[in-house]
């Protein structure tokens, strides 16, 4: 069974960089077919997809949040990391990185979530 966990900080300065790394055990994110995604849930709001790296190493990112974004992958530990540039308070939120077999929110496993809080 793939599990997945997040890890890093979960206090954040405002402007500062947000860095997020998962770490994926019972399955290769080499693989072909997956989408290694990163999604979050804002307080009171719903999911909110941020990107995804696939098996191959193609990179999407949400258009809104883009300009800020960076997701990359480190295959000799089986990890993908989330860079989220210049964070206001409005990026907390619970952040998640996830398995999907498309882009967007609908996946098949998911870690628990880490909170982060932006905040001085």
């Known amino acids: 069974q793939v599990q997945l966990q997040e890890s890093g900080p979960g206090l954040v300065k405002p402007s500062q ?3 997020l790394t998962c770490t994926v055990s019972g399955g290769s994110i080499t693989a072909d077919y997956y989408y290694w995604s990163w999604i979050r849930q804002p307080p009171g709001k719903g999911l909110e997809w941020m990107g995804a ?17 960076s997701i990359s992958r480190d295959t000799s530990k089986n990890q993908f990391t989330l860079q989220l540039n210049s964070v206001t308070p409005e990026d907390t939120a619970v952040y998640y990185c996830a398995r999907a077999l498309s882009l967007g929110v609908r996946y098949d ?11 001085s």
């Open 17 to 19: 960089t947000l860095s």
């Open 53 to 69: 790296i696939t098996g191959s190493g193609s990179i999407y990112y949400s258009p809104s949040l883009k300009s800020r974004t």
């Open 109 to 119: 496993y998911r870690g628990q979530g880490t909170q982060v809080t932006v905040s």
